[in-house]
């Protein structure tokens, strides 16, 4: 029998948006975690804020939608807060009414200078590792480092003499055709007018040069969770130089391993390895500086294998979380979102283990 469409509007509704989300959703297993993050940034919060005024858009609002935003491919901030006005699951996540309205979408703007000011973005991946850390879900041991160039938001045609000033072509177009053929073109004397802190860079030899940022991840091999990021200009040496950074800020009471691909086969980088107490597990090349002492052991294969894994947290930051090109300009915006991707990243595998583990049970522990 056909169905017959009604138009007549619900005068009284007492359903609420918990009631609509499916209890065996992923989410619902993000969402404690994420409360219990914010509760204890609290303290933060309040120091952002002055005590009198009109009140703003809660800062625990800001950062879930940031989240949101990550999880479910948001391509922008104001496509999100269109989103927010019809969608019950975001409103459920933000502990919103059904019919609380949306906020704006130059809140985001306003209030980012606040999230930079008191660096809460690292303090909530901070926060976050020690609940995956409570859950006994990182290694403390093995560790893997690696970098990916993310593509600036700045056209190829910014990219001008440093010296030419911000003329632009006048063809009487809005885009008008640049030719770039027999020009030199180099960082130390071209300039990006539209994000001059994006550097020109390629992938390898025969691949094209593009406008990059380079963002660097330090990740735990026990289940491939991110344990530390920076986010630098893509000079030649940012990799090499932003892992030892970060492993300087692994504590350690004990050897521990670091695994790498071949760019991080280099001397210097080897060496400082070894007075960090840390062994260096690299991927050697036909000259390598690491000797048979380290490759002869079964955990120098093991951290090989994993190491690849890595691949796995870019490939989701770029098809997933939105960083096949990047929304925002300059350095610190952009690691404002590299740091708050990652804290996505980290909670969807945190859910994913937690669904994946038996009633009563625990997690397999693999070193």
């Known amino acids: 029998m056909r169905g017959k469409a009604d138009a007549q ?5 007492l359903v609420t948006a918990d ?7 992923p989410i619902r297993q993000i969402k404690p975690i994420v409360d219990n993050a914010l509760r204890e940034l609290s ?10 005024g009109r009140p703003s858009i809660p800062p625990e609002h800001l950062l879930k ?3 949101l935003i990550a999880l479910y491919s948001v391509r922008s901030e104001r496509q999100f807060c269109e989103r927010l006005q019809y969608d019950l699951l975001f409103k459920w996540f933000l502990d919103l009414n059904i019919i609380d309205p949306a906020f704006d979408a130059s809140t985001f ?11 809460v973005a690292r303090e909530f991946l901070v926060v976050v590792l020690e609940e995956a850390r409570r859950r006994r879900l990182l290694s403390e041991d093995h560790f893997t480092v690696d970098g990916t160039l993310l593509e ?3 056209s190829l045609k910014s990219f001008r003499p440093k010296d030419a000033g911000n003329d632009t072509p006048t063809t009487g177009e809005k885009n008008p055709s640049v030719d770039f053929h027999g020009e030199q073109r180099t960082n130390d004397t071209h300039q990006s007018t539209t994000d001059p802190e994006a550097w020109l860079a390629r992938k390898g030899r025969g691949k094209e040069a593009k406008l990059c940022f380079a963002g660097h991840v330090l990740m735990e091999n026990r289940n491939g969770m991110v344990v530390d990021v920076t986010f630098t200009q893509a000079t030649g040496t940012a990799e090499r130089d932003a892992a030892l950074d970060m492993l300087e800020g692994v504590p350690v009471s004990r050897r521990i391993t670091v695994g790498a691909d071949k760019g991080y086969d280099t001397q210097d980088f080897v060496t400082m390895c070894r007075r960090m107490n840390i062994t260096p597990h690299v991927a050697r090349r036909q000259t390598s500086k690491v000797d ?3 490759t002869r052991h079964t955990g120098y294969q093991a951290s090989q294998r994993i190491r690849k894994r890595v691949e796995e947290i870019f490939g989701w930051v770029k098809t997933v979380g939105g960083g096949r090109k990047l929304r925002y300009k300059g350095l610190v915006r952009n690691r404002l979102w590299w740091e708050l991707t990652a804290v996505a990243y980290n909670l969807v595998r945190m859910a994913k283990l937690a669904l994946a583990m038996p009633a009563g049970g625990e997690l397999c522990l693999i070193n």
């Open 152 to 154: 600036a938001w700045a």
């Open 65 to 67: 939608a940031c989240l």
């Open 9 to 13: 509007v619900t005068m009284l509704s």
């Open 43 to 52: 303290p933060t919060f309040s120091r952002m804020y002055a005590e009198t």
């Open 109 to 119: 703007s306003k209030n980012k200078e606040r999230l930079l000011e008191h660096d």
């Open 292 to 294: 048979g002492r380290t």
């Open 19 to 25: 009631q609509l989300v499916p209890e065996d959703h």
